[in-house]
Nanobody, 110 residues
């Protein structure tokens, strides 16, 4: 069973940037994604990327977030720019169909 470990979360002011990383314990050919869950809300999709590099984004992050992957390093990244307070959430890495990381907290202060 593959293990996913996220890192890179933290506290940032509105307008700032963070880069999240997700390291897989072995090679992953599945689609990978980032999801987030804010307090009191359901978990939602942020972005996904296929092994070949095709990406998909939630409308709320288009133009601000960029998902990428390094297949040689078994890693997926999420570059988050122009962060807003409403981006505050726990961010989870996912390997399709249903393997999740433990999550990393992102807090954006206004």
């Amino acid at each position: 069973q593959v293990r996913l470990v996220e890192s890179g979360g933290g506290l940032v002011q509105a307008g700032g940037s963070l880069r999240l990383s997700c390291a897989a314990s072995r090679i992953v050919v599945n689609t990978m994604g980032w999801y987030r869950q804010a307090p009191g809300k359901a978990r939602e999709l942020v972005a996904t990327i296929t092994f070949g590099g095709t990406t998909n984004y939630a409308d709320s992050v288009k133009g601000r977030f960029t998902i990428s992957r390094d297949n040689a390093k078994n890693a997926v990244y999420l570059q988050m720019n122009s962060l807003k307070p409403e981006d505050t959430a726990i961010y989870y890495c996912k390997r399709d169909p249903g393997t999740w990381g433990q999550g990393t907290q992102v807090t954006v202060s206004s």
